[in-house]
């Protein structure tokens, strides 16, 4: 799979979107672009994913990069409850097992 | 309401103890894995089964056994737990194994082996 690059940590005030880059340089044409997220010690929840173009859900949008090459991940009205590590991870879709590879991630405080 | 559930959340056991970490899932998915998550190396894979009775080795096996008799279960074994089993542990579920289902995570598994 292909590897992804996430800053360490990030900010943003409650109420506002917070825009969460990723970059995958090397992904290829079969691999998806997911996003999961870990509050505390909990289990990762799942957020959104895509292959090529944008997509939207009750919880984010995610915004894939013509290339492909780059993602944001959208939470529009950030609140406290989303402070979380968030996991940008690319997954191909093999036909086998096709596991989720996690990262560093990257560390959202939400701020009152 | 669709869930990944595990038990137990936390346990404390001893060297050589033999365990069972259960994971169930309520949704009719063919797919489920094991993790384990540890300080600064993330989550990796320690099993996976497609379906009821294909299991196979996933990074981190050593140590572990898992079964699938039944497609909504899939326990994890550890035969003789020890101290560098010490993780929190988590089970997750997807339609099937390819890339497009999302894989859906139980809430963990906190196991210390003295």
């Known amino acids: 799979d292909a590897k992804t690059t996430q800053p360490t940590s990030m900010d943003c005030a409650e109420g506002r979107a917070a825009n969460l880059p990723c970059n995958h340089s090397?992904?290829?044409?079969?691999?998806?672009v997911y996003w999961y997220r870990q509050i505390h010690s909990q289990g990762p929840q799942y957020i959104i994913h895509?292959?090529?173009n944008n997509e939207t859900n009750e919880m984010a949008s995610l915004i894939i990069t013509e290339d492909r090459k780059s993602s944001t991940l959208i939470l529009p009205h950030a609140t406290l409850r989303d402070t979380a590590v968030y996991y940008c991870?690319?997954?191909?879709?093999?036909?086998?097992?096709?596991?989720?590879?996690f990262g560093k991630g990257i560390t959202l405080s939400v701020r009152p | 309401e669709a869930q990944v559930t595990q038990n137990p959340r936390y346990l404390i056991t001893v060297t050589g103890k033999k365990l069972t970490v259960t994971c169930s899932q309520n949704?009719?998915?063919?797919?489920m894995s094991w993790y384990r998550q540890d300080p600064g190396l993330g989550l990796r894979q320690i099993y996976y089964?497609?379906?009821?009775?294909?299991?196979d080795k996933g990074d981190v096996p050593e140590g572990y056994k898992v079964s699938r008799k039944e497609k909504r279960n899939f326990p994890l074994i550890l035969e003789s737990p020890s101290p560098n089993q010490t993780s929190l542990y988590f089970c997750?579920?997807?339609?099937?194994?390819?890339?497009?289902?999302?894989?859906?995570f139980g809430p963990g598994t906190r196991l210390t082996v003295l």
């Open positions: 090397t992904i290829s044409g079969n691999e998806y």
């Open positions: 949704m009719n998915h063919e797919y």
């Open positions: 991870i690319v997954r191909a879709d093999t036909g086998a097992n096709s596991k989720l590879t």
């Open positions: 089964s497609m379906n009821v009775e294909v299991t």
């Open positions: 895509g292959l090529k």
């Open positions: 997750a579920s997807s339609l099937d194994q390819r890339a497009y289902n999302e894989q859906f």
